[in-house]
T-cell receptor, first 113, second 115 residues
Framework: RKEVEQDPGPFNVPEGATVAFNCTYS??????FFWYRQDCRKEPKLLMS???SGNEDGRFTAQLNRASQYISLLIRDSKLSDSATYLC??????????????FGTGTRLTIIP | EAQVTQNPRYLITVTGKKLTVTCSQN?????MSWYRQDPGLGLRQIYY???????DKGDVPEGYKVSRKEKRNFPLILESPSPNQTSLYFC??????????????FGAGTRLSVL
């Protein structure tokens, strides 16, 4: 089982629609969770951190479910500029105390005019 | 301006010719990491470093070396590049402290082709 799993998509969604992605992680000791956005051939950039209580940033809402070990990202009123690949990122603490940040393979989103 | 700088951005080389990709960050971050990104496989970690002189293997370390002699620099070395190392490489850094803990900042990427 992969440490971090995402549905690769692609998701083709009409402009203005709401879209949601999920991401599951295998290590129950993980403590930090993030969503990154990556445009084609560019570097990933932080979209938002994910907090235990859930958090919102404008049209974006992130949720964490520790019991089921998944995080989600909801995008409301989607814009053409939201077209990108969305990467789920989780920190994994090893048995030796090292922390390793692990990326999912990404979910590709295309907003259609 | 806070940034992670990778060089070169593009590199075409031949099998067996040693090369180094440099990475430098100006944010005083403890943690630095190298990833490669390939179609359908996403970002895979090659090596990471939790601080100066502390490095560890990621998921795909074979064929690569790193060093962390200074906090700001984390070069990636390919002693004898092979065509299967053709990929897009990213360097990233992050801190362990404060509100920015574990948020990774990426360089712009190095596109490497090994012929």
């Amino acid at each position: 089982r992969k440490e971090v799993e995402q549905d690769p998509g692609p998701f083709n969604v009409p402009e203005g629609a709401t879209v949601a992605f999920n991401c599951t992680y295998s290590n129950s000791a993980s403590q930090s969770f993030f969503w990154y956005r990556q445009d084609c051939r560019k570097e990933p950039k932080l979209l938002m951190s994910v907090y235990s209580s859930g958090n919102e940033d404008g049209r974006f809402t992130a949720q964490l479910n520790r019991a089921s070990q998944y995080i989600s990202l909801l995008i409301r009123d989607s814009k053409l500029s939201d077209s990108a690949t969305y990467l789920c990122v989780v920190n994994i603490r090893s048995n030796f105390g090292n922390e390793k940040l692990t990326f999912g393979t990404g979910t590709r989103l295309t907003i259609i005019p | 301006e806070a940034q992670v700088t990778q060089n070169p951005r593009y590199l075409i080389t031949v099998t067996g010719k040693k090369l180094t990709v440099t990475c430098s960050q100006n944010m005083n971050h403890e943690y630095m990491s190298w990833y490669r990104q390939d179609p359908g496989l996403g970002l895979r970690q090659i090596y990471y470093s939790m601080n100066v002189e502390v490095t560890d293997k990621g998921d795909v370390p074979e064929g690569y070396k790193v060093s962390r002699k200074e906090k700001r620099n984390f070069p990636l070395i390919l002693e004898s590049p092979s065509p299967n190392q053709t990929s897009l490489y990213f360097c990233a850094s992050s801190t362990w402290r404060g509100l920015a803990k574990n948020i990774q900042y990426f360089g712009a990427g190095t596109r490497l082709s090994v012929l």
